[in-house]
């Protein structure tokens, strides 16, 4: 599903205009982002929790030439998910079998 298909469905679901949820996907996204650029987490009780992790600088390799590349550290974003979706979605997998 790419951001479209998000933004229609949520129209549906939710019985309003697609620009509301457009909105309303751009409002989330930008808030979520924002939150982690200032070092916060973002938990949502059932959905999951977005947080940032450190990365420290390491030695990787060009696969091609085999040569060895220096990576920056940097701080990256994560997602866990919650009980309550991990649930959702292997009831769904099983269901459908």
Do not use: H, W, Y
Not at 17 to 45: T, Y
């Amino acid at each position: 599903m790419n951001r479209q298909e998000l933004v229609e469905a949520m129209a549906a679901k939710a019985g309003i205009s697609k620009a509301a949820a457009d909105a309303a996907v751009k409002a989330f996204i930008d808030v979520v982002g924002d939150e982690l650029q200032n070092g916060g987490k973002v938990q949502l009780v059932g959905f999951g929790t977005f947080e940032t992790s450190a990365r420290a600088a390491r030695t990787g390799r060009n696969p091609q030439t085999g040569a060895a590349t220096k990576i920056a550290a940097c701080t990256a974003p994560k997602f866990k998910a919650g009980k309550a979706l991990k649930d959702q979605v292997n009831s769904s997998k099983k269901s459908k079998k």
